[in-house]
């Protein structure tokens, strides 16, 4: 594979080299991500993610381990899993140090507050990597924070001895627990009124989060959640009009396929990447009619206004919809 020259292909893509592979934890690397030339990358906040796009034509969505305003490098985090669908088996196993791969540059759906007053990190496994680069974002600014981490055993857990040494981390095995899971509820109840509160792990702790923090009555714009796989089934029913406004185009949506596979399908160049409603790629802003929201992104507030939608996975409520595309 060709090393490229480092400079990005357009505004939303790079072309980076691969520059270090390292062990983080059992079945999880480290990749680290350069310009050619050795120039700054586009700013990183923490929380954000890069996307991959792999030789073998699949698209991978991986959060960053280290913000930074001026970047010389992207780190991910990236653990193997064998019911994957061939992102990270991939990764693993064919990716090596000086092959070039083309990048999206970092967008970030997963925020950090940084003038909290109190922060409540949650992660699962592979879930810290958002998790970890807020960590070091909030030391940075002095902020008050506790971060709550869970693995099944300690041979899974990434950045462990790092964060083993932290007062304010809480690390929890589930095997030297006896089995027994993160106390998910008690960590919320326990959380200051006003603070904001942050988790990213596998679906049933995620589920488990956002319940407990209903059941506790938290503000929705304190709670924060990332999905690394869907949360909804993908809008497939079809029979409505989608209007794209910018293009001057009508595409009747047939029963069993996206708005973007549509747009797609019409010759149209759409931004776009995960397809699962969880990278963000392909939002774009509702002018007229109701959206069936299925991304794993929008807040309740966000869905109910009906302001933008992402195409790739939600439909319409309504006979019409008007995009602005």
Same mark, same amino acid.
């Given at each position: 594979m060709s090393v490229a020259t480092g400079a990005p292909q357009d505004s939303a893509h790079l072309q980076?080299?691969?520059?270090?592979?390292?062990l983080a934890a059992r079945d999880t690397n480290l990749y680290t991500f350069e310009r050619a030339d050795g120039g700054s990358l586009p700013a990183a906040e923490a929380g954000a993610h890069?996307?991959?796009?792999?030789?073998?034509?699949?698209?991978?969505?991986?959060?960053?381990?280290?913000?930074?305003?001026?970047?010389a490098s992207?780190?991910?985090?990236?653990?193997?899993?064998?019911?994957?669908? %061939? %992102?990270?088996?991939w990764i693993h196993d064919e990716l090596k140090v000086g092959m070039s791969l083309q990048i999206d540059v970092p967008r970030n759906n997963f925020p950090l507050k940084e003038d909290a007053e109190h922060t409540v990190l949650i992660a699962g496994g592979i879930g810290i990597t958002p998790i970890y680069s807020m960590t070091r974002r909030l030391e940075s600014l002095g902020r008050a924070f506790d971060l709550h981490y869970s693995c099944r055993s300690r041979a899974d857990a990434a950045f462990s001895r790092e964060l083993s040494a932290?007062?304010?981390?809480?690390?929890?095995? =589930? =095997?030297?627990?006896?089995?027994?899971?993160?106390?998910?509820?008690?960590?919320?109840?326990?959380?200051?009124?006003?603070?904001?509160l942050y988790c990213c792990g596998p679906a049933p702790m995620l589920a488990a989060f956002e319940a407990a923090c209903q059941s506790d009555g938290r503000p929705q714009s304190n709670i924060h959640v990332e999905y690394f796989t869907q949360k909804y089934e993908a809008a497939t029913s079809g029979g409505y009009i989608v209007r794209l406004a910018r293009s001057k185009r009508e595409l009747a949506i047939p029963d069993g396929k996206s708005i973007l596979q549509c747009c797609l399908d019409a010759g149209l160049k759409v931004d776009h990447s995960c397809e699962e409603g969880i990278c963000g790629a392909c939002e774009t802003k509702v002018l007229?009619?109701?959206?069936?929201?299925?991304?794993?992104?929008?807040?309740?507030?966000?869905?109910?206004?009906?302001?933008?939608?992402?195409?790739?996975?939600?439909?319409?409520?309504?006979?019409?919809?008007v995009l602005d595309l």
């Open positions: 980076l080299v691969l520059t270090r592979i390292e890069i996307g991959l796009r792999l030789p073998n034509g699949l698209e991978r969505q991986y959060s960053l381990v280290v913000s930074d305003p001026t970047p992207y780190v991910v985090g990236v653990k193997k899993d064998a019911a994957s669908r %061939g %992102g990270s088996s932290k007062p304010n981390a809480h690390i929890h095995f =589930d =095997d030297e627990a006896g089995g027994k899971l993160l106390p998910i509820v008690d960590i919320v109840l326990a959380a200051p009124r006003g603070a904001h007229e009619g109701t959206p069936d929201h299925r991304d794993s992104i929008l807040s309740e507030s966000e869905r109910a206004s009906g302001k933008t939608m992402m195409i790739c996975c939600s439909g319409s409520k309504s006979p019409r919809l």
